[in-house]
């Protein structure tokens, strides 16, 4: 997420001068902002705090980071799908993944495993 110019103090400090009146085209050039900008923190925030504010944006960035992990094991759970054929691993499960080369288990004759060691 892109980190922003203005602190969560700053932002709480704009809306309160625009709650208490402040035209918004003097507020945006004073701070460079654009009227944009104001009506979407006043959309967002609105209200809050500034230890609400830091909650929020610290929930948020928690919330891509889980995002972030679920996809990337979902990924990896669809990439071992396509690996077995999306077939359900049964009773020789071991032995056949070791003949794929997918595990530290070889296949030994007879249809006798031994582990190796990774």
């Known amino acids: 997420m892109r980190k922003s110019r203005f602190t969560e103090e700053q932002i709480v400090g704009i809306l309160q001068e625009y709650a208490a ?30 230890s609400e ?6 929930l948020e960035a928690e919330n891509a980071e889980l995002k972030r992990l679920l ?22 499960a071991a032995q056949n993944w070791a003949t794929l080369g997918l595990c530290g288990t070889r296949v ?4 006798q495993s031994s582990a190796l060691s990774i």
């Open 71 to 92: 996809a990337d094991a979902m990924l990896d759970n669809a990439g071992l799908k396509g690996v077995n054929g999306g077939v359900k691993l049964g009773h020789g």
């Open 53 to 58: 504010l830091r909650r929020l944006k610290d």
């Open 21 to 50: 009146g402040a035209k918004v085209s003097e507020l945006c050039r004073k701070h460079g902002m654009s009227d944009a900008t104001l009506y979407k923190w006043k959309a967002k925030y609105g209200g809050m705090t500034v």
């Open 108 to 111: 030994m004759g007879g249809g």
